[in-house]
């Protein structure tokens, strides 16, 4: 290898990992069945590059397995309906996490449900269900996308379907839009099921261009508009314009602003919150992000 990676735990390996890198199991010769042992090693890599290494540097192994792909999905709640509902869906079978890993082959899929924040470390102990999938990741994975509104319909019968339009007259769309896909990542507030450009009409014979959001989430949409308001202002300076409708009808920031005298001060409370709730890696990329944007409006206005 290229460089030196460290033995340590299945649950720390998990805890530790990131979307597309390896755990690496060393198992006997005499085991026909690559069975995860108490230690593993994780490698910061995709498997087909540590595969790749591991060829090149002639390490002597007398076989390699490549164990089924693992999924991570956020339920928040009614997880036993989840695992019914998804386990019929795709002819998967309910698995313990272990048995998954145990019996997947190369082909299938084990699909984990957890109720914790995607963006925070998982361990073995936020388990909450496996299902074994018999189909291949990216395979699933699109299938899943499609029909994930119809499964949360059955799963969580009273989740909320909302609209965010994003308006910047400064026309710095890409910046903000990435602002907001960070900020609904990194929180797990919902599933986005569909984004575009479209049209909005502020005035008669006016029309603006908005980028638009439909987002399935189990939050009060309440919520929503006040987490989003701390990307709206950066202390007094207004960044961009995010309006949430409900059943298209816009929730007016007087609906939230119970205890505050004015935007300003329900922004400022709001990024408050969204810089106690973020991971440290997302807020260094947000500042980056706003750094740029008051670069761009400082040479734009020079």
Do not use: Q
Request: charged share 35%.
């Amino acid at each position: 290898m290229t460089r030196t990676v460290s033995k340590t735990s299945i649950d720390e390996a998990l805890r530790k990992s990131d979307e597309f890198e390896t755990i690496l199991f060393i198992t006997g010769i005499e085991e026909k069945k690559t069975i995860p042992h108490e230690n593993a090693f994780l490698i910061k890599k995709r498997a087909p590059i540590v595969l790749k290494e591991i060829l090149n540097h002639r390490v002597p192994v007398e076989r390699v397995d490549v164990e089924c792909a693992i999924l991570l999905m956020r339920i928040p709640k009614n997880l036993e309906e989840a695992l019914k509902v998804i386990s019929e869906k795709y002819n998967g079978r309910i698995v313990s996490f272990e048995e998954g890993l145990i019996e997947g082959e190369e082909e299938d899929t084990l699909l984990v449900l957890t109720d914790k924040k995607l963006s925070s470390p998982i361990e073995l102990k936020d388990i909450r269900g496996s299902i074994l999938v018999p189909s291949r990741i990216l395979e699933f994975y699109r299938d899943l996308t499609i029909d994930l509104p119809i499964l949360l319909n059955k799963i969580l019968p009273d989740w909320n379907e909302i609209t965010i339009k994003l308006y910047d007259t400064a026309r710095e769309y890409e910046k903000h839009i990435e602002r907001l896909l960070l900020v609904m990542e990194d929180l797990d507030l919902g599933f986005i099921v569909s984004e575009g450009w479209d049209w909005d009409y502020p005035r008669p014979f006016m029309r603006v261009p908005v980028y638009k959001l439909k987002l399935l989430t189990w939050e009060d949409p309440k919520r929503i508009k006040f987490l989003l308001k701390g990307l709206e202002y950066k202390e007094y300076s207004r960044l961009v314009d995010i309006d949430i409708f409900v059943e298209n009808k816009k929730i007016s920031w007087t609906k939230i602003a119970k205890g505050f005298d004015s935007k300003f001060e329900l922004a400022k409370a709001a990024r408050e919150e969204l810089n106690k709730l973020l991971s440290e890696k997302a807020k260094k990329r947000l500042y980056k992000m706003e750094a740029e944007l008051f670069n761009s409006y400082s040479s734009g206005n020079s």
